[in-house]
């Protein structure tokens, strides 16, 4: 059984910062991208962040620069550290394992894990 499971979602102040995790279980890490997307209320579902198998990173341009992906395939587990939060950053972020080693392809998702960025 395949389980994405995130955590360190919360309520932070403009300009602050989050990190979170999604550990996985039940698929082979290291092969599957892996990466986050987020879903604001009446907006679509959209990548914010994804690495390939190899580390290779890429974002869009609303998370360049102020988003870090990372992975640890030894702990199978994929991190979001979000500097400089706004609050329309505010959204549920899920973790995903891409098939094909793309991001853009999700196999698995995560519950989700609500960031609310709010002063």
């Known amino acids: 059984q395949v389980q994405l499971v995130e955590s360190g979602g919360g309520l932070v102040q403009p300009g602050g910062s989050l990190r979170l995790s999604c550990a996985a279980s039940g698929i082979i890490f290291s092969i599957y991208a892996m990466g986050w997307y987020r879903q604001a209320p009446g907006k679509q579902r959209e990548l914010v962040a994804g690495?390939?198998?190899?580390?290779?990173?890429n974002y869009p341009d609303t998370a360049k620069g102020r988003f870090t992906v990372s992975r640890d395939n030894a702990k199978n587990t994929v991190y979001l550290q979000m500097n400089n939060l706004k609050p329309e950053d505010t959204a549920v972020y899920y973790c995903?394992?891409?098939?094909?080693?793309?991001?853009?392809?999700?196999?698995?998702w995560g519950q989700g894990t609500q960031v609310t960025v709010s002063s």
């Open positions: 690495i390939t198998r190899g580390g290779s990173t």
């Open positions: 995903i394992a891409g098939a094909y080693n793309s991001v853009a392809v999700p196999a698995y």
